[in-house]
């Protein structure tokens, strides 16, 4: 009888130690890595392993500082600001026995959007392509004051006006072929010599034979100039094919105009055979697909309605419009373009959009927060996400109009006259 009670005892007891957690849970940083360097926005994974399955929480401390307590999944969405620096981060895991412990502590290196140099412009940057140690940019708010100005920005902490062409009538979209700038002025397509880019001179002009006619974007591929704009002929968008071959003596051998009126053909992007255009300046807007396959009888093959982008650049396979949000459509298939993802850009309208390596650059104009430089990861489209930020106009937030990237480079044009350079990659 005693061997029994002693051995219910037994069984009880260790019931008894069975039902308390005497063991605190195991846990580990998973992302990001030890030493691992990061932006503004980086993504913190827990693991939590406890020996009863009886997880309650986790604290995640950056620098010692409790910034935030989590439920599973343990993931999250971390924002950091400031300069560039190093900092810890380490996680406590509690299980609902009253256990805690304390994962390995890492050190991260985060890596700020850094601004380099600013330097004025003549007026208003419209558009901005870099080539060897100068930015182009097209100027301009209105007819009297515009023109091309050219920085030389070997040093991008002190970008400086090495040359500038004026214009008399307001300046545009504007493209590179060799020596050559070639600038869409509204009322005609200027072709600036640059070869001395302290002394641009207009080397020849085409105008649209019919009086109204306007320009606001011009692509060069080859010996082709493809210009986008209004077609006063129908009021309609307007496309024309110039042959450039000679840049002393421009001359237009196709021409085509879009189905509707009166929305202008306003940022173009060459790809093979077509070229994609936006067709704006309303609520909703248009994506005019062009054939150039025959440069002397360009044809529109279709137009898809759109939300009213301002612009568009194309990586790969891929197109990006800058709106409120970054989208991005996929044109595998030239003729069909697919909406495959959009990035949200929280309180923004965006105004350009660059694509370097893995990641686009976005200039927005932002309505409650200084965050006009936006940059999105993009190596896989399909999963944008947001890394980094940069508040280029302090507390004033003034808009900024439009962004190149180049090397480690972002240069960026805003309302107030301005060129800013800004470093995106160590």
Known sequence: MKELIKYLI?????IFIGCIDFFPPNVSIIKPQDGERVENHFVIEVQV????????????????????????????DAWIGGKSCSFSLFA??????????KSEEITLNYFSLT??????????????IIQGNYAYISYGSNSINSGLAVIDISNPANPVQAGRYIAPSSAQGLDISGDHVFIAFMNRLTIVNVSNPSTPYEVASYEPPASGAQIYDVVIEGNYAYVAGVDSYSEKGGFWVIDISNPWSPLEIGHCATDESPRPLISLIESGNYVYSICGFA?????????????????????????????????NHFLFFPNKDLYVYDVSDP?????????NLP?????????????????????????ELWKVRVSNPTQMFISGYYNI??????????????????YVTTENRKLVIVKIIE
């Open 10 to 14: 037994s069984i009880a007891f260790s």
């Open 49 to 76: 392993k406890d020996n009863m399955n009886l997880d309650d929480k986790v604290e995640i401390y950056i620098d010692d500082n409790l910034v935030t307590t989590l439920s599973s999944p343990y993931i999250y």
């Open 92 to 101: 406590k895991a509690y299980d609902l026995g009253g256990n805690w412990k």
């Open 115 to 128: 601004e380099m140099g600013s330097c004025d412009l003549p007026d208003i940057g419209k558009e901005i």
């Open 283 to 315: 609520q909703t807007g248009k994506m005019v697909i062009i054939d150039i396959s025959v440069p002397s009888s360009p044809s529109v093959t279709k137009e898809l309605v759109l939300p009213c982008y301002v612009n568009l650049i194309k990586s």
């Open 335 to 343: 003729l069909n373009p697919v909406e495959i993802a959009s990035c």
């Open 347 to 371: 309180n923004t309208s965006a105004k350009g959009v660059a694509v370097s390596g893995e990641y686009a650059y976005i200039s927005c104009y932002p309505f409650t927060e200084g965050k």
């Open 393 to 410: 106009a302090g507390e004033n937030r003034l808009p900024v109009t439009n962004i190149a990237v180049s090397g480690k480079y972002a």
